[in-house]
């Protein structure tokens, strides 16, 4: 067995068939940074090489799944040079490539939800094959609120696993839903007590790693072909795109400082 890597922001972990993706900035409620994001990445990459792990659990470790992108990035002082577009650009494009490489892990990844879920950690929950969450879990998806479009491949995800007219509403009124509307739409699978949500992930992952490696395998595989052709992410490499124009647009950017104000930021 490969040795896991040794990260900053995450843990792995992996006991036979069982593999652990731990988001580990509790002090940040899970922020996701530029290192963390590349962090992720490396961990999924090392978990799909990992032939005996049939199933990856994700969570976060502390009082939260993740609350999204570390905002800290959008509280630059107007006196510092602002980087490069081109810069701009490859970190705006970290999102997406966590998220793809979640999601095309071979393992049947199921995500642990609590705390809070938001913006990009509802991008890395959808980037997971099943979701279990607490009952108390807090959701939201504040981009718009922030000055800028949700990107890293969220909107086709969204769509797929929750219809259009959902995916507009959640995105456009940025406001927060509880567990109990995630289930009912579709956004996550099940639901338990905080007190009880581990062993309702242990229960689903224990009827998971029953079945073959093959079998597993081919239908997440049959069943993503599927939505893949319903509703295709390959435009998602544009996301970065999108971000960088908000990033740039007055009026967004004056959105996004009245929100940072209205939050104490």
């Not at 040794?6 to 290192?35: C, D, F, M, Y």
């Not at 970290?94 to 879920?117: K, N, P, Q, S, W």
């Not at 996550?188 to 224990?206: F, P, T």
């Amino acid at each position: 067995m490969s040795t896991a890597p040794s990260l900053a922001s995450i843990q792995v972990t992996t006991e036979e068939a069982i593999g652990r993706l731990t988001l580990h900035r509790p002090e940040k409620l899970n922020a996701l940074n530029a290192q963390l994001l590349e962090e992720i990445v490396a961990a999924a990459t090392f978990l799909d090489a990992c032939a005996e792990v049939k199933v990856v659990i994700v969570g976060g470790a502390g009082r939260a799944f993740c609350a999204g992108a570390d905002v800290s990035a959008f509280e630059s002082p107007a006196s510092v040079k602002a980087p490069a577009t081109g810069e701009v650009r490859a970190s705006g494009d970290l999102g997406r490539a966590m998220a793809d490489a979640v999601e095309a892990m071979r393992a049947v990844t199921v995500a642990r939800i609590h705390g809070h879920c938001v913006g990009g950690g509802i991008v890395l929950a959808t980037a997971c094959d099943l979701r279990v969450a607490a009952v108390d879990t807090v959701f939201s998806i504040p981009e718009l609120a922030l000055g800028i479009p949700l990107t890293w491949g969220g909107i086709p995800r969204l769509v797929r696993d929750i219809g259009a007219a959902r995916t507009k509403d959640l995105v456009m009124t940025c406001r927060r839903f509880d567990a109990e509307e995630a289930l009912a739409i579709g956004l996550v699978n099940r639901i338990a007590s905080l007190s009880s949500l581990d062993s309702a992930v242990d229960e689903l992952v224990g009827t998971l790693v029953d079945k073959s490696p093959l079998t597993l395998d081919a239908t997440k595989r049959h069943v993503n072909a599927i939505t893949d052709g319903m509703v295709g992410k390959a435009r998602t490499w544009n996301d970065a795109d999108s971000l960088v124009t908000a990033l740039r647009d007055h009026a967004s950017r004056q959105v996004g400082e009245a929100y940072l104000r209205t939050i104490g930021r």
